[in-house]
Nanobody, 129 residues
Framework: QVQLVESGGGLVQAGGSLRLSCAASGRTFSSRYAMGWFRQAPGKEREFVAAISWSGSDTYYANSVKGRFTISRDNAKNTVYLQMITLKPEDTAVYYC?????????????????????WGQGTQVTVSS
């Protein structure tokens, strides 16, 4: 099993920045676990935000966050990050960290919430206008 704990959420004004962290424990973090960030706004379905391969060599982003969000990971610290800049009110949501053991490069499984086996509890991000 993999346990995931998100942190770093909060209230920020539009145009501001936040960095989310996801600390992993349990099975060896770097053992080919793909990591993803999803978000869910009130009344909406959970949506893909970004994902990163176990080595960090492959990253994927939703069109809505490209150029503003950056996903990265530090396997030595068992942590994955989501740096968010130029935040917009529509970025307001609960952000969830997710993990799944190995994903082939470029497949659709990177973008689907039901393709991830492990989830954190989420951290609230609120962007005021």
């Amino acid at each position: 099993q993999v346990q995931l704990v998100e942190s770093g959420g909060g209230l920020v004004q539009a145009g501001g920045s936040l960095r989310l962290s996801c600390a992993a424990s349990g099975r060896t973090f770097s053992s080919r676990y793909a990591m993803g960030w999803f978000r869910q706004a009130p009344g909406k379905e959970r949506e893909f935000v970004a994902a990163i391969s176990w080595s960090g060599s492959d990253t994927y982003y939703a069109n809505s966050v490209k150029g503003r969000f950056t996903i990265s990971r530090d396997n030595a610290k068992n942590t994955v990050y989501l740096q968010m800049i130029t935040l917009k009110p529509e970025d307001t949501a609960v952000y969830y960290c997710a993990a799944d053991f190995f994903k082939p490069p470029g497949g659709s499984s990177w973008f689907r919430a039901d393709e991830y086996d492990h989830w954190g509890q989420g951290t609230q991000v609120t962007v005021s206008s």
